[in-house]
């Protein structure tokens, strides 16, 4: 499907995952918001098999058991966020060091656009494999939407390809 200068691109890009060592970053960061999750899901729990004393604080605790609801539900989907975020730089990284390395910016493009033409869906792609892939698996499944792409692991590509020509000028 891709000429030579187009695989030596795509390798350079992996390549340079590994040259970045993003693979131990977002093992970090997995373990981070699992851990988030982890936390929050033990105060929900406390909060709800750990009762309440009575007392007269005159609503103080009140307020702040709802703060900590809020928070116990909220933080892990940012902190999933903030995951996502920076795996999408990580590719933006990946295709400037692969087109760097390679001197062929416009190959790594070339390759984007082929890989973005084929229309026929990853079989075994699944959300929790998704990041594996070079481009989103999920062929005719693009996020058109700003709040559901903060839910990708990729970049748009039409982003990569611009970002990688402008690399050629």
Same mark, same amino acid.
Do not use: C
């Given at each position: 499907m891709?000429?030579?200068?187009? !695989?030596?691109?795509?390798?350079?890009?992996?390549?340079?995952?590994?040259?970045?060592?993003?693979?131990? %970053?977002?093992?970090? %960061?997995?373990?981070?918001?699992?851990?988030v999750?982890?936390?929050?899901?033990?105060?929900?729990?406390?909060?709800?098999?750990?009762?309440?004393?009575?007392?007269?604080?005159? #609503?103080?605790?009140?307020v702040?058991?709802?703060?900590?609801?809020?928070?116990?539900?909220?933080?892990?989907?940012?902190? /999933?966020?903030?995951?996502?975020?920076?795996?999408?730089?990580?590719e933006?990284?990946?295709?400037?060091?692969?087109?760097?390395?390679?001197?062929h910016?416009?190959a790594?493009?070339?390759?984007?656009?082929?890989?973005? #033409?084929?229309?026929? *869906?990853?079989?075994?792609?699944s959300?929790? !494999?998704?990041? %594996?892939y070079? !481009?989103? *698996?999920f062929?005719?499944?693009?996020? /058109?939407?700003?709040?559901s792409?903060?839910?990708? !692991?990729?970049?748009?590509?039409?982003?990569?390809?611009?970002?990688?020509?402008?690399?050629?000028?």
């Amino acid at each position: 499907m891709m000429s030579k200068q187009e !695989t030596e691109g795509v390798l350079a890009h992996e390549l340079s995952h590994v040259k970045n060592f993003d693979t131990r %970053l977002m093992m970090i %960061l997995s373990v981070l918001v699992g851990l988030v999750a982890f936390l929050s899901d033990w105060f929900i729990r406390s909060i709800i098999w750990g009762g309440r004393k009575q007392d007269n604080d005159k #609503g103080g605790g009140t307020v702040l058991l709802l703060a900590g609801i809020i928070f116990a539900i909220l933080s892990p989907i940012v902190a /999933t966020l903030i995951q996502l975020a920076v795996s999408r730089n990580r590719e933006y990284l990946a295709d400037a060091d692969g087109a760097v390395f390679t001197e062929h910016p416009d190959a790594l493009a070339s390759a984007l656009t082929k890989i973005a #033409g084929d229309i026929k *869906p990853m079989e075994h792609a699944s959300n929790a !494999t998704a990041h %594996l892939y070079f !481009t989103n *698996p999920f062929k005719g499944k693009e996020a /058109t939407i700003w709040f559901s792409s903060l839910f990708n !692991t990729h970049p748009p590509i039409e982003n990569r390809i611009k970002i990688l020509k402008e690399m050629s000028i």
